[in-house]
Every structure is written in structure tokens, then in C-alpha cells.
């Protein structure tokens, strides 16, 4: 590979996504090329999501200012990997005559190689494939990371829930979980490294395991937070059906595992949940809800919820709303129904009006960031301890961190505090985040009763 080639990656998606750009990143890295900003890279990867249009879309537009942007001699190398490559990649290629790779998720493995091809030989790669069960992974531990204080680790590939309205188990194919050995080795890696957060990530990993013999998510979750020197361990996302008591279990008894969970509900209708093919009604979903709060007082939830989707009445829809109010999320990814080409909901006959989605898409932020607002209000004068992780998206001399319950906190400090743990005492609410202000600051954690007590 010609050595300090410059490449940019553009991330969009999701956590998985992350994790692929990071040992994507690192491979290149490890060949000696150099990561610089867009408007100097030689290379640019785009690493692309297709879970909605509006994802696409934003990916379609970046191409096609490219195209446009530069003179052909000074135009970058152009690849796009990720979902929407898998989903669209002849078209793509036949769109953008500027676009030198497209690789599916499940073809990471070649994309170094395929890269280097085309910047030597200026051929076009389309790697694509039809079998869903295969994964050509890149063997690369994601030593050279987006964040150097917490990292993510995908324990299983692809999702065989098929929800009717989504795209992921098209693109990303069967469900595989990785080997634990894999997921642990790599992890203590990334220990060594610096990394003090870990998130374990799948599109379900309550299935992890399944197609291993007797050994589950909950032992997984057990066997990696003994790893030494790993501070945090998180994991997302949980699907409602798989979460097991055993996993609550193991949750509240083990300290380095953080108590919070994303529970996506989707819907709080259960005449919408069946259609969707979830596999829980909203009844089993509050059991569950409830069990995790009894276990894990503490507890930080969030959840996912998407309006519109075919056929939703007004009673459905109330029927979501009232959903918010009753589980009172930390905070709710909201979604307006995208339809999906290929997926069972695409087809449906009832499909809602563009205008009352976006109208039921406003309804349930408003009444969510009440209800965020009010929840954090009620921090606002207690202490707690967050790990300082970057710099806060807007205003100087901000950096930001999250709390063991996955809340944002933003406090003044300067860069020699990042990868510290601060206990910080809670001034301000927004339904987003929260305002602190720094007490102390140490290398490693409070010990968790000690950050408990002084919470209240
Ligand atoms: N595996 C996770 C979610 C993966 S996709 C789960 O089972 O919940 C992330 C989120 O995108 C979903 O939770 C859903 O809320 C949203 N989403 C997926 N497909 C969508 C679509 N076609 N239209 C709108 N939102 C969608
Ligand atoms: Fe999509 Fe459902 Fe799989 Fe989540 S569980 S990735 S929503 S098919
Ligand atoms: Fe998007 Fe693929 Fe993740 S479709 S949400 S990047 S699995």
C-alpha cells in the first residue's frame, strides 16, 4: 500500500457502523496510511447506513457534491461501504462513475486490499454478495479509534427477527454471534490500549449465543466485565422478547456493568406490535420494564419508537403516547415510518399520509422532552460521577461525559481532564443532558455505593 496515503471516513449510522469505521481505520493506519480532514484526504470512505431514506438520502447528496466539487485530477478516491452499499451498490456504481469501491458490511475483510487496488490500478471493485450467511470479517482489533477512552465491540453479525418495516437483516444477513474468545481477547486489547468504556453491540444481543452451544449473553456479559482494568461495560440493543431474568441478574450483581438498557418498544399499540412482528405485547414489555427497575433502582432507560407505521390509527398512535408517559424513558430515538423496499411493511396497504407522520412525529418529541426535562430536573443538586470523554458539541472550554445511567453531562474543564472520572454536582437541566460542575477529579472510579449514597 503506498504509504501515508491520506484518507478521511465519513461515519453514519449506527454503533456498528462505528465500530467497523474504527477497524477499518486502524487497518489503514497499520499500513501506514495517515487520517486527515475531508478536504485533504486522498481517500474518501463513506461507511453508510440504509435503516431509513433520510439515511441514504444524506449519503446520496455527499456523492453527488463530490462529482461536482473538485477538478477530475484533484478528485479524492471515492468508496462507500457499510448497509446502504449492500442495498444499492449497482446503482451506485452506475450513478456515481466517480465511485471507485462499494462493499457490503459482510466484505470489510477486502476492503484494505480493494483500496489499494484501485488507487494503484484505478480498477473499480463491487464486492457484493448474495449469500447472507457468509462474513469475510478484517481481523483488526480498533486500536486506533474515534474515541480513545471507550470503544465499541460487535459480539454477532446480522438479525433474524425480520421486523416487517426494517432493512438490517437484508443487509447485514443472518445472525452469527462471534466467538467469546474474540469478543474477550479483543476486548482485553483494547484495555491495554487506554479503552476504560466498552459497549458490546448487535442489532439483538440477547440472542447472542444462540447458536453457540450453552453459552449465552449473560455469561458472555459476566466473563468480559471480569476483564481487568475495563471500568464500564455496556451493551446495546436489547431486544423486549430476549431479555431474560438471568441477564438481570447478572446486571445487578456485577458493579462494572452499567445499569442501562435501550429497550426498543416501537409501538404501544399491541394491534401495531403484532404487524410489526415484534414478538411482545406492551403488557410483557412493562413486566420486563418492571423487573429491571426492582433489580437495578438506578436504572437508565431509553427506548426506540417509530409513528406510522402502516395502518396506525389515531387510538394506536394515542396508544404510543400513552406508552411515553407510563415508562418515562430517559430519552426515546423517535422515528417517523420509513417504508423499505423488499421489507413485508413496504407493502402493506394503509400506508399513513407524509403530513401526519411528521404531525405524530412532533407530538411524540414534544411530549418526550417533557417528560426527559422533568426527569432531569429532578437530578439537578445531586452529585454523581461521569467519565470525561470528549469535548462538548457546542461552547468552549466544555467538555462532556456520561453517568453510569448513560446521561450527558457538560462541564467546564479543559482537555487535560479527558479520560478522567469526575464526580460532578448537578446545576442544570435540558431534556438532553445536564450542566455540572467539576468537585473532584481521579483516574479510576468511585467504588459504585459511594457515588449512590452521595446521589441520594
Ligand atoms: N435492533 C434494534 C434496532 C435497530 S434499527 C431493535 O430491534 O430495536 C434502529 C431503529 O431504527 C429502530 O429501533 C427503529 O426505531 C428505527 N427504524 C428501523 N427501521 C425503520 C423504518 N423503516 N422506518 C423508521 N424507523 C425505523
Ligand atoms: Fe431490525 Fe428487528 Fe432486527 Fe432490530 S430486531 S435489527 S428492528 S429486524
Ligand atoms: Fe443503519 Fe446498517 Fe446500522 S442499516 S442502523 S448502519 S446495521
Redesign the pocket.
Known sequence: MPKGTKFYLHVFG?QMNVYDADRLRSALVNRGWVEVPEDTAKVIVFVTCS??EKAEQKVLSALGRHGRSRSRASRPLVAVIGCMAQRMGEELMRRFPWVSLVAGPRHLGLVPEALDDALRNGRRHLLLDANAREVIDLDEIPIVRSNPYKAYVTIAHG?D?F?T????PYVRGRFRSRRPEDVIYEVEHLVKSGVLEVTLVG??VNSYGRDLKGYGFPRLLEDVASIPGLVRLRFT?S?PRDFTDDLIEVMARVESICPSVNL?I?SGSDRILRLMN?GYTVAEYAAKVERLRDALPQLGLTS???VGFPTESDEDFRASLRALEVFRFDQV????????EG?P??RMTGQIPEETKRERLCAVNALQSEIALEINKGLVGKECEILLDGFAPKGEGLLQGRTVTDKVVIVPGGANCLGKFALVKLVRAEHWCLHGEILSLRAFPLREREVRDRAG
Open positions: 449506527c435503516i431509513r438479525c427477527n421486523c418495516y426494517c432493512i438490517v442489532q439483538n440493543t431486544h426498543p416501537q415484534r426506540d419508537l417509530i430515538h423517535t422515528a417517523s415510518y420509513s417504508p423499505r421489507t411493511a413496504a
